[in-house]
């Protein structure tokens, strides 16, 4: 065993579960897609139902009751955006999240949208 | 987008739409910076844990690893109430192209950094920018207040596209980043208002 074994310890050490043991090794959501800026709402406080959902589904219904990003989601419950993507497609399946698609892909952005952002970005 | 609940107060929490902008350039040349002298949060990290990707860490001596982190830095800026900015560092090493098609996907623009002393490390994010179609303006980073370059040299010397803004800034600066947000969604207006003229 090498001298600086022991240098790692608690945070720097990393997470001592690995993240998909979390999601049964699942690495995919059951259903559809979660955009990283997709908007999730939890549709019923928690503790309304849910068997056999893990601590960190019932944070995500927490953490959702004001409407958040996926993204946001992710860096506030420290999960990565993968385990994140898979923990919602069961809370959705459960219908205890919706989920808002961010403006289709392929839409142009509308100009009355771009000048908003300009003069909201001026306004700062 | 005009979703309304009501919650248990009786008060109404609209979903806001919100908007992505790409920032990439080379390594080192300031993404990080950029997202948080601009950022209205503490910049957040998050991270994708890929699995099974070619090309992911050297796996010599360590065959049974398959899984790989990689952190993207973000930011948000609050337009209005139901309008966000969100900001994406992209991240830098080449074998995670692939997390850029998502980003970019719905993406409003990208800023690509420049340094000047290394201009090469941004020719990829061009490069990628250009053959997605994706609209972007070249922000060169002058960190040491120092303008070595005009930005019409910067311009010339990357070969860009005409009409492509290039601008000076210190990515430090919240001023200079927030100018540098408004030439891009700008130029995405110009663009847009090109494109529908001569449909």
Same mark, same amino acid.
């Given at each position: 065993?090498?001298?600086?074994?022991?240098?790692?310890?608690?945070?720097?050490?990393?997470?001592?579960?690995?993240?998909?043991?979390?999601?049964?090794?699942?690495?995919?959501?059951?259903?559809?897609?979660?955009?990283?800026?997709?908007?999730?709402?939890?549709?019923?406080?928690?503790?309304?139902?849910?068997?056999?959902?893990?601590?960190?589904?019932?944070?995500?219904?927490?953490?959702?009751?004001?409407?958040?990003?996926?993204?946001?989601?992710?860096?506030?419950?420290?999960?990565?955006?993968?385990?994140?993507?898979?923990?919602?497609?069961?809370?959705?399946?459960?219908?205890?999240?919706?989920?808002?698609?961010?403006?289709?892909?392929?839409?142009?952005?509308?100009?009355?949208?771009?000048?908003?952002?300009?003069?909201?970005?001026?306004?700062? | 987008?005009?979703?309304?609940?009501?919650?248990?107060?009786?008060?109404?929490?609209?979903?806001?739409?919100?908007?992505?902008?790409?920032?990439?350039?080379?390594?080192?040349?300031?993404?990080?910076?950029?997202?948080?002298?601009?950022?209205?949060?503490?910049?957040?990290?998050?991270?994708?844990?890929?699995?099974?990707?070619?090309?992911?860490?050297?796996?010599?001596?360590?065959?049974?690893?398959?899984?790989?982190?990689?952190?993207?830095?973000?930011?948000?800026?609050?337009?209005?109430?139901?309008?966000?900015?969100?900001?994406?560092?992209?991240?830098?090493?080449?074998?995670?192209?692939?997390?850029?098609?998502?980003?970019?996907?719905?993406?409003?623009?990208?800023?690509?950094?420049?340094?000047?002393?290394?201009?090469?490390?941004?020719?990829?994010?061009?490069?990628?920018?250009?053959?997605?179609?994706?609209?972007?303006?070249?922000?060169?980073?002058?960190?040491?207040?120092?303008?070595?370059? %005009?930005? @019409?040299? !910067? $311009?010339?010397?990357?070969? &860009?596209? *005409?009409? /492509?803004?290039? =601008?000076?800034?210190? %990515?430090? @600066?919240? !001023? $200079?980043?927030?100018?540098? &947000?408004? *030439?891009? /969604?700008?130029? =995405?207006?110009?663009?847009?208002?090109?494109?529908?003229?001569?449909?």
């Amino acid at each position: 065993m090498p001298a600086d074994a022991h240098d790692w310890l608690d945070h720097d050490a990393g997470p001592v579960v690995r993240p998909y043991a979390m999601t049964q090794g699942r690495v995919a959501p059951s259903n559809g897609e979660f955009d990283l800026v997709a908007f999730i709402v939890a549709t019923a406080p928690d503790g309304a139902s849910g068997a056999g959902l893990l601590p960190e589904h019932h944070a995500i219904v927490t953490a959702a009751w004001e409407p958040i990003s996926v993204v946001e989601l992710a860096s506030a419950l420290d999960l990565s955006i993968g385990v994140i993507r898979v923990l919602l497609g069961d809370l959705r399946s459960a219908g205890l999240i919706s989920m808002y698609e961010p403006p289709a892909a392929s839409a142009p952005h509308d100009v009355d949208v771009l000048k908003a952002v300009v003069n909201g970005l001026r306004a700062l | 987008m005009d979703s309304v609940r009501s919650d248990r107060n009786g008060a109404t929490s609209r979903i806001p739409v919100a908007l992505k902008i790409l920032i990439a350039g080379g390594f080192g040349a300031g993404k990080t910076t950029m997202v948080g002298s601009v950022s209205e949060i503490r910049p957040l990290q998050t991270e994708e844990v890929l699995t099974g990707v070619e090309g992911a860490d050297d796996v010599n001596g360590v065959e049974g690893k398959t899984t790989t982190t990689v952190t993207m830095d973000f930011g948000r800026i609050t337009i209005t109430d139901d309008l966000q900015l969100y900001l994406f560092g992209t991240p830098g090493q080449d074998r995670f192209w692939f997390l850029w098609d998502e980003l970019s996907q719905g993406a409003l623009g990208a800023v690509v950094l420049a340094d000047t002393r290394r201009l090469a490390d941004c020719f990829p994010s061009i490069d990628y920018f250009e053959q997605r179609g994706t609209p972007f303006v070249v922000a060169v980073n002058c960190f040491d207040s120092e303008q070595r370059f %005009a930005a @019409e040299a !910067v $311009g010339r010397a990357l070969d &860009l596209d *005409e009409g /492509v803004p290039v =601008v000076l800034f210190d %990515a430090r @600066e919240p !001023v $200079g980043a927030r100018n540098v &947000l408004i *030439e891009l /969604v700008e130029y =995405v207006a110009r663009r847009q208002l090109t494109a529908a003229a001569s449909r």
